[in-house]
């Protein structure tokens, strides 16, 4: 069993940053993939982006490409959301997945979900 915890949420003005952590306990990957979402009030869950163990190929949602880094230090089992200029729209509830094989953009591909953190960005 893979245990996520996730961190970093908070309420930040239009503009400013937050980094996000998820930190991974029990059965961790030496190999597999590590995503966030995140799910507005209202809306369904989306995808924003996802790395992969091994190689740190990382992948974007076209509506954070450029303001987002993803990231992840594999010897403390942690994968990290950098989130620059952030905008209100970028309010949501934000959750670290993770699958044993290869990266996806679909949430039903991954195995393990975090409690989730919230991001609130004000205008």
């Known amino acids: 069993q893979v245990q996520l915890v996730e961190s970093g949420g908070g309420l930040v003005q239009a503009g400013g940053s937050l980094r996000l952590s998820c930190a991974a306990s029990g059965r961790t990957f030496s190999s597999g993939a590590m995503a966030w979402f995140r799910q507005a009030p209202g809306k369904e869950r989306e995808f924003v982006s996802r790395i992969t163990w091994t190689l740190g190929s990382t992948y974007y949602a076209n509506s954070v490409k450029g303001r987002f880094t993803i990231s992840r230090d594999n010897a403390k089992n942690t994968v990290y959301l950098q989130m620059n200029s952030l905008k209100p729209e970028d309010t949501a509830v934000y959750y670290c997945?993770?699958?044993?094989?290869?990266?996806?953009?679909?949430?039903?591909?991954?195995?393990?979900w975090g409690q989730g953190t919230q991001v609130t960005v004000s205008s």
């Open positions: 997945a993770a699958r044993a094989s290869l990266g996806s953009i679909k949430d039903y591909d991954y195995e393990y």
